[in-house]
């Protein structure tokens, strides 16, 4: 069986160092076989790589780009967790995903409801990684704002060794 770590390195990935919190919180609580992440943003080296609602209008956040952004704060999250379990291979199912997308309301009126499109991104990385210990429960939620302007942020519960 392959471990998460060698997956993560089959796929070209690697945990990035866990991002600060940006207010009075800890990035993960572990709780016996249990770690639970705090909201994660996708930042990369400290900074988000696109800010913004998501949706069809000219300036919005692609589905397709949030996506990517889902699968960086996924990341994040498993960084987050992953310190607390003594490294990623110590992650033995992932329990649940909550994702939430900053969305726009398109020119033409429609509500957008691509959410869960964009939190596959997050999902589908999971079960790559963790294979059958990387299905999950989820919520994929819309919402009008994320903290820095945000697309994208999720949390995690996974079960640990």
Known sequence: MTKPSQRLAELGLQLPAVP???AAYVPAV???DYVYTSGQLPFVDGKLPQTGLVGSNANDVSIEEATG???VAVLNA???AAELAGGIDNI???IKLTGYVASSV???GE???SQPAVI???SELLGEVFGAAGQHARAAVGVAALPADAPVELDLIVKVS
């Open 20 to 22: 600060a919190p940006v």
């Open 30 to 32: 572990r709780d016996g």
């Open 69 to 71: 952004l889902a699968q």
């Open 78 to 80: 498993l960084a987050a």
């Open 92 to 94: 033995e199912r992932i």
């Open 106 to 108: 398109p020119a033409s």
């Open 111 to 113: 509500r957008f409801t």
């Open 120 to 122: 596959n991104g997050a």
